[in-house]
């Protein structure tokens, strides 16, 4: 991504048939990227087309710091056991204008 995008970030859970996770399945899903943190309970993050979509504004993105972001999730099941998974590190791309469109 780069610094200044908006749009959203879409991620897919699979079990371990690796068959999509569904929003019946999931109590609340937390999202981390960097030091931005977005819930499904708070309706911050939305289940949409079998894909979870954590949206960014380009505040958001213009926060971020050149270079790579950690990227996290904990899941938290129906049963109530939570499960965090390490999404890896997102490239993020200086814009040379800082300009919010």
Not at 17 to 38: A, N, Q, Y
Not at 55 to 72: D, I, R, S
Not at 95 to 101: R, Y
Request: net charge negative; charged share 30%.
């Amino acid at each position: 991504m780069m610094q200044g995008d908006a749009y959203g970030l879409a991620f897919e859970i699979l079990d371990d048939s690796d068959i999509p996770v569904t929003s019946e399945e999931i109590s609340d899903l937390e999202i981390t990227i960097g030091m931005l943190k977005k819930t499904l309970k708070k309706g911050e993050v939305e289940f949409n087309d079998g894909k979870w979509i954590f949206p960014l504004t380009q505040e958001e993105t213009f926060a971020f710091y050149p270079g790579k972001v950690k990227a996290q999730m904990r899941i938290v099941w129906t049963n109530g056991n939570v499960e965090g998974v390490d999404l890896g590190k997102i490239d993020v791309l200086e814009s040379m204008s800082k300009v919010v469109l």
